[in-house]
């Protein structure tokens, strides 16, 4: 729990001095109120990654200090991560880095990871001890693809105050306790590290939004997940690969569904933001109706009441796979109960039919 603490600390004061700096009043400030996806109606600081990069940096020093052996990768790990952040925040100051750059970017640092690391995606577990083993042609594709699309889909789920940010904290910490599990220092003391400096930026994010994740945050902590989500699985063949599945299947099933309903359904571009991801429909149809008017303090009540409904549907998959992370079987069956619960709320909030008992009046 001391990387914890430390990146916590860290990223609190860090974050702070970010929003008090008056040179922030500028390009790396939020005023686009008009776009779909946008809840909020003033000026708001949008590089959050920063401090919670620059926060795991300073822990993972004073952690590498305190325990160098198990954590001889992390230098290595935080390398990988910067070349997928470094596009994001650029994102965030200037907003001219384009989506298939980020992601270029995201994909080199998973190639550096597959390479320097052996972060790879060697094998898929399936029911009754049957395992696939991914040859080298199939591996580096596959590794690439997956982590990439980690950290894009956090990126697509970071539409409202403490969404992103608590979602990921809550999968982090399934990390630490599985890595504790089958033993595995490096995984534990680095998602434990991440998971602070998250914390620390949560603080201030949640439920004011004094400052936003930006995309150089999403990015970070994506990938973060991302990597060390494969990682865990393939240090430890006793982690069912399953586990990491159902772990990340919120946000990676949002990003597979948004692309299907805009592609084959909407006819248009993937990467053409829209607003009725499952969050912003609930922010729409059901967080409406517990507030009303359509004025600052309304919809920032709003904006900070849509977030605990997405917390607790990523639980229902977070939960079964920290409890069940050996189990196979179990973790496909709670991922195909994940997806179908999730298209059976989509369909009904999309048709004007949300569930009377989503509805939380005052």
């Given at each position: 729990?001391?990387?914890?603490?430390?990146?916590?600390?860290?990223?609190?004061?860090?974050?702070?001095?970010?929003?008090?700096?008056?040179?922030l009043h500028g390009p790396a400030l939020d005023s686009d109120f008009t776009s779909v996806q946008r809840a909020h109606t003033h000026l708001v600081a949008r590089i959050g990654g920063l401090p919670i990069y620059l926060s795991v940096v300073l822990?993972?020093?004073?952690?590498?200090?305190?325990?160098?052996?198990?954590?001889?990768?992390?230098?290595?790990?935080?390398?990988?991560?910067?070349?997928?952040?470094?596009?994001?925040?650029?994102?965030?100051?200037?907003?001219?880095?384009?989506?298939?750059?980020?992601?270029?970017?995201?994909?080199?640092?998973?190639?550096?990871?597959?390479?320097?690391?052996?972060?790879?995606?060697?094998?898929?577990?399936?029911?009754?001890?049957?395992?696939?083993?991914?040859?080298?042609?199939?591996?580096?594709?596959?590794?690439v693809l997956a982590v990439a699309g980690i950290a894009n889909a956090v990126n697509i789920i970071d539409g409202f105050n403490g969404l992103a940010s608590m979602v990921t904290i809550c999968m982090l910490v399934s990390l630490a306790y599985v890595?504790?599990?089958v033993d595995d220092m490096f995984i534990l003391i680095t998602a434990l590290m991440v998971a602070g400096a998250t914390a620390g930026f949560l603080v201030w994010n949640y439920p004011v939004g004094l400052i936003f994740l930006g995309d150089g945050?999403?990015?970070?902590?994506?990938?973060?997940?991302?990597?060390?989500?494969?990682?865990?699985?393939?240090?430890?063949?006793?982690?069912?690969?399953?586990?990491?599945?159902?772990?990340?299947?919120?946000?990676?099933?949002?990003?597979?569904?948004?692309?299907?309903?805009?592609?084959?359904?909407?006819?248009?571009?993937?990467?053409?933001?829209?607003?009725?991801?499952?969050?912003?429909?609930?922010?729409?149809?059901?967080?409406?109706?517990?507030?009303?008017?359509?004025?600052?303090?309304?919809?920032?009540?709003?904006?900070?009441?849509?977030?605990?409904?997405?917390?607790?549907?990523?639980?229902?998959?977070?939960?079964?796979?920290?409890?069940?992370?050996?189990?196979?079987?179990?973790?496909?069956?709670?991922?195909?109960?994940?997806?179908?619960?999730?298209?059976?709320?989509?369909?009904?909030?999309?048709?004007?039919?949300?569930?009377?008992?989503?509805?939380?009046?005052?």
């Amino acid at each position: 729990m001391f990387s914890f603490f430390v990146s916590f600390v860290c990223s609190a004061l860090l974050t702070l001095l970010v929003i008090k700096q008056a040179k922030l009043h500028g390009p790396a400030l939020d005023s686009d109120f008009t776009s779909v996806q946008r809840a909020h109606t003033h000026l708001v600081a949008r590089i959050g990654g920063l401090p919670i990069y620059l926060s795991v940096v300073l822990a993972a020093a004073i952690s590498m200090w305190r325990e160098p052996i198990p954590l001889q990768l992390l230098p290595w790990l935080l390398l990988c991560a910067f070349v997928a952040f470094i596009g994001g925040v650029l994102e965030d100051y200037t907003g001219a880095v384009r989506p298939s750059r980020r992601l270029l970017l995201t994909m080199a640092g998973a190639t550096l990871a597959y390479f320097l690391l052996d972060a790879k995606i060697q094998r898929i577990d399936l029911p009754f001890g049957l395992v696939i083993l991914a040859s080298g042609a199939i591996a580096l594709p596959l590794t690439v693809l997956a982590v990439a699309g980690i950290a894009n889909a956090v990126n697509i789920i970071d539409g409202f105050n403490g969404l992103a940010s608590m979602v990921t904290i809550c999968m982090l910490v399934s990390l630490a306790y599985v890595a504790l599990q089958v033993d595995d220092m490096f995984i534990l003391i680095t998602a434990l590290m991440v998971a602070g400096a998250t914390a620390g930026f949560l603080v201030w994010n949640y439920p004011v939004g004094l400052i936003f994740l930006g995309d150089g945050g999403a990015y970070f902590i994506g990938f973060m997940l991302g990597e060390l989500a494969l990682m865990l699985v393939m240090r430890n063949p006793e982690v069912s690969t399953w586990y990491a599945a159902l772990l990340l299947i919120y946000p990676a099933f949002e990003t597979i569904f948004s692309a299907y309903r805009r592609m084959f359904v909407r006819g248009k571009s993937p990467a053409v933001p829209d607003g009725i991801h499952l969050h912003s429909l609930i922010f729409r149809r059901i967080v409406r109706w517990t507030v009303g008017k359509k004025e600052a303090r309304a919809l920032l009540q709003r904006n900070a009441r849509t977030s605990p409904y997405l917390w607790l549907f990523s639980l229902m998959a977070v939960i079964p796979a920290t409890l069940f992370w050996q189990n196979t079987i179990v973790l496909i069956v709670f991922s195909l109960l994940f997806v179908i619960s999730y298209l059976w709320l989509y369909a009904r909030i999309v048709r004007f039919r949300s569930p009377r008992w989503l509805i939380w009046r005052k």
